[in-house]
């Protein structure tokens, strides 16, 4: 497959790693030629020191032959432009990044269309969208709704565990520590799915003889009905609705984020310019109150009610900043908080420090233009850098492989966890004698490049 990607900043960037690593024909395109230079050396990829807006570098980038043409510069109307005589050239999909919420409306996406751009991504739009997912519960780290938030998987820190003399893990109030999942199952029904676990720095797919030990990241797959179980279970019953809000950093990411987030949330947003606060009070919510200070300072915080926080997400644009702000609150006893970090150098670090949920723009950019390059009919992919994983929603096309056998015997692939699906509107957890149809949405879990083998099943 070819690709060409026109723009080396931090998406494009991701994006070449990523599909080098698939060993897909990849040509970057960017104007600067030290950046395209430091890159050769480490990714196995063409590059062209061309501006993408120029007809004979589209033809010299070999543009008639691309599959997918991938515009993420920071610019939004070069994106536009180039995209549109991509596929003009001949691309057979499009799409552009851009910076304008408007472009995405029903009514204007299809002019796009017409034009030639096939897909439209609003960064910041989907990055808003995952966090006021992820701020519903503040006692889930991670959250992901299908089926209009019928099926769901979420991600849960194991917390407070003791020793017993007989060396055997256990917790007064979590009754999941401890247990192996085949315990956990003969004793609590089957309501919800363990489908993976993040210890020590590694993701795995767990078996029945597997426990869940204090720390571990557990990832769950539920229904509606079965995530109060999953709180209780995990000795999360103390932990407070999300009634009060406080945003540090005004930018474009924190307007979307305040639209996004319910209308009963009282929300505060604290940035350090008093132009940019002006700005924020024609852009922002009636309901949100703006504040011109720095989101670190723990007095000003203070002041504003810190005691009565249940969420605290810190979107401004230095990572060490967001980082340590969460830190700082998860110390005087917010329970939700999120952390925009866009260095993925920082991850690790960030998952240490125990900061709640990490929001990455360009992760979340890469994982929807991923799915365009997928065999099969796939609904939504995530890429969950922290967790080095994928979840894919996949459409069942009728004679796919994945339909013609139980799920027992079809081969699934070692790291990936089917763990629910929806069919006929109905959500459902998927077991071993599960028989999937066509039409079926199938959610999967995938461990690091999984997502590729499992394709060939659903395509």
Request: proline share 3%; hydrophobic share 40%.
């Amino acid at each position: 497959m070819k690709i060409i990607i026109a723009g080396a900043g931090a998406v494009g960037t991701h994006l070449a790693r990523l599909l080098s690593n698939d060993n897909m024909d990849v040509v970057l395109m960017d104007q600067d030629v030290e950046k395209l230079v430091r890159l050769n050396s480490t990714l196995d990829i063409m590059t062209l020191p061309k501006a993408p807006t120029s007809i004979e570098a589209l033809k010299d980038a070999g543009v008639k032959d691309a599959d997918l043409f991938i515009a993420v510069t920071p610019h939004e109307s070069e994106n536009l432009i180039c995209a549109t005589i991509a596929k003009r050239l001949g691309a057979k999909k499009t799409v552009a990044r851009i910076d304008n919420y408007e472009y995405m409306k029903p009514d204007n996406r299809q002019l796009f269309k017409d034009a030639g751009v096939d897909s439209l991504i609003y960064p910041e739009l989907l990055a808003a969208k995952d966090i006021a997912a992820s701020s519903r519960f503040s006692w889930v780290r991670q959250l992901w709704e299908f089926n209009n938030g019928d099926l769901v998987m979420l991600s849960v820190k194991m917390h407070d565990a003791y020793p017993l003399y007989d060396k055997e893990i256990r917790n007064e109030n979590n009754m999941l520590v401890g247990r192996t999942l085949k315990e956990i199952g003969m004793m609590y029904g089957h309501k919800f799915h363990v489908v993976a676990i993040r210890r020590h720095g590694e993701t795995v797919v767990p078996y029945g003889d597997e426990k869940i030990l204090p720390r571990d990241l557990v990832f769950f797959m539920t229904t509606r009905d079965g995530i109060e179980q999953i709180r209780h279970l995990s000795g999360k019953d103390s932990y407070p609705a999300v009634k009060h809000g406080v945003i540090i950093g005004g930018g474009k990411l924190s307007v979307r984020t305040d639209w996004a987030l319910p209308d009963d949330l009282s929300l505060k947003i604290i940035e350090p310019s008093h132009e940019r606060c002006l700005q924020l009070g024609n852009l922002t919510q009636p309901r949100t109150l703006i504040i011109n200070g720095e989101g670190y300072d723990m007095d000003l915080l203070a002041d504003e009610g810190f005691s009565n926080l249940e969420a605290f997400i810190a979107l401004t644009d230095n990572d060490e900043q967001n980082i340590l702000a969460c830190v700082a609150a998860r110390r005087k006893g917010v329970k939700k908080t999120i952390a925009q970090v866009e260095n993925l150098d920082y991850f690790d670090m960030a998952t240490d420090l125990d900061v709640g949920t990490i929001i990455n723009k360009k992760m979340i950019a890469a994982s929807h233009i991923y799915q365009m390059l997928l065999k099969s009919d796939v609904d939504n992919v995530k890429m969950l850098s922290f967790a080095d994983a994928d979840v894919a929603e996949f459409v069942v096309k009728p004679n796919s492989k994945v339909t013609q056998k139980p799920i027992m015997e079809l081969g699934i692939p070692r790291g990936v966890n089917l763990g629910g699906m929806v069919r006929d509107g109905k959500s459902m957890l998927i077991g071993g004698n599960t028989q999937i149809k066509a039409g079926d949405k199938v959610v999967a879990f995938c461990i690091g490049n999984t997502l590729k083998k499992l394709d060939k099943l659903f395509k």
